[in-house]
C-alpha cells in the first residue's frame, strides 16, 4: 500500500505518518480530500471558488464529518485486533490516552494562544477572536467558536470509544449484522432522545454535543468491526471483483459530490438545504464510512489516487490545515485584490506551507513523545 518512491522533500513528513500506529496511505489521501473539502466550504461561505458551479459554500461540515469517520476507523481498527484480555490492561489504555492528549492539545493550545494573542491584544482581524475566559473554556472543552466546535466533539468521542470497542470486540465481535443493528437502533434513540416530540423544533442542541454527532463516530467504528471481520484480501484476487468494488466507490464518492448544494441546484435545479441537522450528518456519516469500506476492500484505482503523494501530503498536515487555514484566509480575502480562483490558489498554497511548518515543529515532536518505546 506504500508508495514505491517519494519526492526527498515529503519524505520525511509521509513516512510513519499515522498516531494510532496504523499507516495505510489511501487513509492518509482521504484525509487529504477532507481538509479540501473544509478548505474549499471555507472559501465558498466567503465567496472564494474556482467556479461557482464548484462551489462548496456551506458544505465544508461533510469535510468534518469524514475527519470524524477516519478517526473512529483508525482509533477502532487496533481494540478489535487485540485479545480480549488486553482491555483489561491498564498500560495499554494509558498508552491511548498519553498518545490521544499529545496528538490534540500541543497545537490546539498554540493556535488558541494565538488566536487570543492577535485578535484580543494586536486587535488583527483574521483570527477567531478568543477572550481570555473562552481561551479557557476551549481548553476545558466547554466551548467551541467558529472552527473549534470539532474539536471538543473529537475528544469526547475519544473518552467513549474505550466502551465502544469493548463492545464492538466483546460482545458484538463475531455477529458485525448486531454490530450494525446495534449503531442504528443507537442513532434512532439518540434522535428521539434530543428531539422528542413534544419539544420546540425550534429547541438547539449544542454543536459541540457529541451525542448529535455519535452515530457519524459509530459508524467509523462500525466500519473498523465490518473490515476486520468481513474482509479477506485473498477473496478479491478476480479482477471482475476489484473492477465492481472500484466502480461503487466512485459511484458513492459521486452521491457526496452531487449533494453538493450548487451543484445540486445547477444539475436538478432544485435547491438542496443543507444543514447540520442529525439527520443530514448521519446520511453523510454513512456514505463516508461506505466509500471507507469499499476502499480498504480493494477499490485499486481509488485507493491509488488516494495513495498518491500530493493527497497523502495534505492529509497528514490536515490537523495543522483545519487550525490555520482561517487567518490565512481572512488576509487573502481582505488584502489581495485578485480572480476568485487565485485567491483559492493561493490560500491553498499558503496554507500548506504553513501547515507544514507547524506538524514539523509541533505535531511531531508531541507524537514522538506519545510513542512507546520509540514504536510507532
Known amino acids: 500500500m506504500r508508495s514505491p518512491r517519494l519526492p526527498t522533500l515529503v519524505e520525511p513528513i509521509l513516512r510513519k505518518s499515522s498516531s494510532t500506529g496504523l499507516q495505510i496511505d489511501s487513509l492518509d489521501g482521504l484525509r487529504g480530500v477532507a ?5 474549499l466550504g471555507h472559501m465558498g461561505n466567503a465567496g472564494i471558488h474556482l467556479t461557482p458551479l464548484f462551489s462548496l459554500a456551506r458544505f465544508d461540515i461533510c469535510g468534518v464529518l469524514l475527519f470524524f469517520v477516519l478517526s473512529s476507523f483508525l482509533l477502532t481498527l487496533p481494540p478489535v485486533k487485540r485479545q480480549k484480555s488486553q482491555f483489561l490492561e491498564l498500560s495499554v489504555w494509558s498508552i491511548y490516552a498519553r498518545r490521544r492528549f499529545l496528538r490534540i492539545f500541543p497545537l490546539f493550545f498554540l493556535v488558541l494562544l494565538v488566536s487570543h494573542i492577535f485578535s484580543t491584544h494586536l486587535n488583527v482581524p483574521y483570527f477567531v477572536p478568543i477572550s481570555r475566559s473562552e481561551f479557557v473554556n476551549h481548553l476545558l472543552l466547554r466551548e467551541g467558536k467558529n472552527i473549534f466546535w470539532a ?24 455477529n458485525p449484522l448486531a454490530a450494525a443493528l446495534f449503531v442504528v437502533a443507537a442513532s434512532i434513540l439518540i434522535r428521539f432522545v434530543l428531539w422528542p416530540p413534544w419539544r420546540p423544533e425550534e429547541f438547539e442542541v449544542s454543536r459541540i454535543s457529541l451525542a448529535r454527532n455519535l452515530p457519524v463516530f459509530l459508524m467509523g467504528s462500525l466500519t473498523a468491526l465490518l473490515q476486520s471481520r468481513i474482509f479477506k484480501p485473498k477473496r478479491l484476487k478476480p479482477l471482475y471483483a476489484r473492477g465492481l468494488l472500484n466502480l461503487v466507490a466512485i459511484m458513492a464518492f459521486l452521491t457526496i459530490v452531487l449533494l453538493i448544494p450548487r451543484f445540486w441546484t445547477s444539475v436538478s435545479g432544485q435547491e438542496f438545504r443543507w444543514s447540520l441537522t442529525y439527520v443530514h450528518s448521519a446520511v453523510f456519516g454513512f456514505l463516508w464510512a461506505f466509500f471507507l469500506f469499499l476502499c480498504l476492500s480493494g477499490a485499486g484505482l481509488v485507493s491509488r489516487v488516494l495513495g498518491s503523494t500530493p493527497l497523502r501530503f495534505m492529509g497528514v498536515v490536515s490537523y495543522s490545515a483545519y487550525l490555520w487555514h482561517l487567518p490565512v484566509m481572512c488576509f487573502i480575502q481582505a488584502k489581495v485584490d485578485a480572480h476568485p480562483s487565485v485567491k483559492v490558489l493561493l490560500i491553498i498554497i499558503i496554507v500548506l506551507v504553513v501547515s507544514t511548518i507547524s506538524h514539523v515543529l509541533v505535531e511531531k515532536p508531541f507524537m514522538k513523545l506519545g510513542l512507546p518505546n520509540r514504536r510507532s
Open 151 to 174: 474539536i471538543p466533539v473529537e475528544v469526547k468521542y475519544y473518552v467513549l470509544l474505550p466502551f465502544v470497542a469493548f463492545l464492538f470486540c466483546v460482545p458484538l465481535k463475531k
Open 35 to 39: 481538509i479540501l473539502f473544509v478548505l
